[in-house]
């Protein structure tokens, strides 16, 4: 059973117990007391019961932050994730301290997260134990003061490392002067050290004890908030400490009635005995599931087999860009259901008098960026398809004045093109740069000495004992008259007033110095590992996304990758890095995509898998597949799609008129996605799900393989 350090959990006396929490949201109502012991924590509001603007904003901004934090913990970046919770939390002290004229807020903070990154400094690494730890010397060079007028001679590693986090969850609580936003934070740091400890517990230390620490920071803050005393409650079970974890689980459910809630209590009160409260809480869990089986949320399309839908919610899949959604710009509605955007055209003019009456606008003349040629665009027929009037026009009877050759021969020779995709993640077999480069940056902290790193010790009382030391592999340095001595996780003031004090013995002033020679040895050790200077050139080095979703590199080992965008890996690459060496960032370069395939099936003249190079819609994909045969029915062209929740979906398409020529508007040309199948069938499709069951539930997709993410919006739950 884990080890899982933190003061006993107890419920406050409730003044409102049906006051809910929302998952990520700001609250005006920051009433409260500390639930916690030993330590008790004010929790402050303004005098008037009213919160100032710039708090307001502060907290909605917050929110954002712990948002994404769930969005990136989702996917496996721990590190990344873990910065953007930090960064709320700082953002929502700086605000309680200029809204209240004071420092206490930033100030706990700093002393919370430097506690629990000390705190790490009593876990043995490698091959030592906790009897080679020397206690008083790590407390000494430590910033956290809980131990330093404290006996710690006798003191073992397990009861300092839950006087740190204690202090922390303390220094927390006061950081978060009672808003919600703050206790979310919270509840994300200590979701995501539990969810590190159960998928990488190399990644951090003491993960568990962690979790516990913020989860009670969490309701420290905010007592109301169910989601963190739920997930503190199954911690505290899978530890074996029922009785903390009953009054935890209670506690939830008293605020927030849930089924996940109520099954986690009747599993506790299971385990100790209580038969007839297990009864009551599985039954109460059973009626919650009931009424919301009944309200339909476990109903539903969930329960067909395929969800039919029109072509133009199915090309929904893809959405415009982010920035033109801000911008306000008047956007196509092609490209509000297609997400790609034709080439960019200057403002439309209205047809000259000369020309018939047409309902549809006249493009100028396109700036050329070549000289005239064959190739010179020139008036001729054109045809402009806006999607909101497929059934008003049809075939060329609006044809007008156009140039048509504004791109000369094909090529993206005028205006840019838009994207292919707003954002881009990657996927197993993306195969990325990694290039390496030196911050030079100030750390935060004194640097600590490594194995490999090189000093010199000096004596102005004895020259004899001047001498270049290298660390050696058991972090040791060996001196005249001291032999070995402990010089690794030290700073370089900390081995000096060592030294000095040990010289005591055989000289009155020793008089010693010691001037750092050769530091940062690991980032040297990284870069000699990435150093292509040899062969290609630079410090980087290739890497291809697994199978299984993860990328490895040195120092750091296996890292998820898979769902993430360059920026979000860029962040957890530099989280994770910063762990372990300072003063480098890594940058990932995306130098070769994965291919993506669609399916083309049915009456077509080659049926078989595509690649997809750019953005292609279904006609062009039959095309790809080399056209249709004599007697398909184009009227009913299926197309197949699985949405993030694996739900398949279909859409059915006449493009018998399009591909006959007879509507310039083809009101099913939708753009395919990654792993579509499109089938073209030969006689009419009379009752679609009995289509569905033949031909394709029981055909391609049942090879292709199903993954899913962890959902960190989700109550946890016991077994």
Not at 135 to 143: D, T
Not at 320 to 338: C, D, F, I, K, W
Not at 499 to 517: C, G, R
Not at 563 to 568: F, K
Request: net charge neutral; aromatic share 8%.
């Amino acid at each position: 059973m884990p080890m899982v350090h933190g003061s006993s959990f107890s419920v406050p006396e409730q003044g409102d117990a049906n006051r809910q929490v929302s998952a990520v949201g700001v609250s005006s109502d920051n009433a409260g007391t500390a639930i916690s012991r030993p330590a008790v924590v004010p929790v402050f509001s303004p005098g008037n019961g009213q919160r100032s603007q710039s708090l307001e904003l502060a907290a909605r901004e917050a929110d954002q932050y712990t948002q994404r934090g769930f969005e990136l913990a989702s996917h496996g970046a721990y590190f990344a994730a873990r910065a953007q919770f930090i960064q709320a939390l700082r953002l929502l002290a700086q605000a309680l301290d200029t809204d209240r004229h004071t420092a206490e807020h930033s100030r706990a903070l700093a002393d919370g997260l430097t506690a629990m990154r000390e705190a790490q400094d009593f876990l043995p690494s490698g091959s030592r134990l906790e009897a080679d730890l020397d206690i008083p010397g790590i407390v000494a060079g430590h910033r956290t003061p809980v131990l330093k007028n404290a006996s710690v001679r006798c003191m073992t590693p397990q009861a300092a490392l839950q006087s740190y986090f204690t202090f922390a969850q303390t220094q927390l609580g006061i950081a978060g002067g009672g808003e919600l936003a703050a206790s979310m934070a919270c509840y994300g740091l200590g979701k995501l050290h539990h969810a590190a400890a159960g998928q990488q517990p190399e990644a951090t230390g003491a993960a568990l004890p962690k979790s516990v620490a913020f989860l009670q920071a969490s309701i420290l803050i905010h007592r109301y908030n169910y989601m963190a005393s739920n997930e503190l409650g199954t911690l505290l079970a899978r530890a074996g400490r029922y009785e903390d974890a009953r009054t935890a689980l209670e506690h939830s459910v008293s605020i927030q009635s849930t089924t996940t809630g109520w099954n986690n209590l009747a599993a506790v009160y299971q385990r100790t005995g209580q038969r007839d409260a297990a009864q009551k809480a599985s039954w109460r869990a059973g009626s919650l599931a009931q009424q919301e089986s009944a309200r339909g949320s476990a109903q539903g399309t969930s329960m067909r087999v395929v969800q039919w839908i029109e072509p133009a919610q199915f090309a929904q899949a893809f959405r415009p860009s982010a920035a033109a959604e801000a911008s306000g710009a008047n956007v196509p509605q092609s490209v509000r259901l297609t997400g790609y955007a034709a080439p960019e055209r200057s403002a439309l003019q209205p047809a000259p008098a000369s020309q018939p009456y047409s309902p549809y606008p006249v493009y100028p003349s396109l700036p050329m960026t070549q000289p005239w040629t064959p190739a010179t665009p020139y008036p001729m027929a054109a045809v402009q398809a806006p999607p909101a009037s497929w059934c008003r026009l049809h075939g060329w009877e609006a044809d007008r004045a156009g140039f048509w050759q504004g791109y000369a021969q094909g090529e993206y020779v005028a205006r840019a093109r838009s994207a292919h995709v707003s954002e881009y993640r990657m996927r197993p077999d993306d195969q990325l740069d990694m290039i390496y480069r030196l911050t030079r940056e100030e750390t935060a902290h004194p640097y600590k000495l490594n194995v490999g790193d090189e000093v010199r010790v000096e004596s102005l009382t004895d020259p004899n004992l001047n001498r270049e030391l290298l660390i050696q592999p058991d972090g040791t340095i060996t001196l005249r008259l001291l032999g070995q001595v402990k010089a690794t996780g030290k700073t370089i003031t900390q081995l000096r007033d060592d030294l000095e004090n040990a010289f005591l013995k055989y000289y009155k002033v020793p008089a010693i110095s010691v001037t750092p020679l050769k530091m940062n040895t690991k980032l040297e050790d990284l870069r000699a590992t990435v150093d292509r200077r040899a062969g290609i050139g630079g410090q980087s080095q290739l890497v291809r996304v697994t199978p299984e979703g993860t990328i490895s590199l040195p120092a750091i080992g296996s890292v998820p990758a898979l769902g993430l965008t360059l920026r979000e890996l860029q962040q957890e690459l530099n989280e994770r890095y910063r762990e372990q060496i300072e003063g480098m960032e890594v940058i990932p370069v995306l130098v070769q995509r994965a291919a993506r395939f669609i399916y083309v099936l049915g009456e077509v003249r080659t049926p078989g898998r595509f690649e997809l190079v750019g953005p292609t819609t279904v006609i062009q994909s039959i095309g790809m597949a080399g056209g249709w045969n004599v007697g398909a029915n184009l009227r009913q062209v299926v197309v197949f799609r699985r949405d993030d929740a694996w739900q398949l979906v279909a859409t059915m398409l006449n493009l018998q008129a399009p591909l006959y020529g007879k509507d310039a508007c083809p009101p099913g040309e939708i753009w395919l996605s990654d792993s579509d199948v499109v089938i073209v069938p030969k006689g009419k499709i009379l009752i679609a799900d009995e289509f569905i069951d033949l031909v394709f539930t029981r055909g391609i997709y049942g090879v292709f393989p199903f993954s899913t993410a962890l959902n960190f919006s989700n109550l946890s739950r016991l077994q």
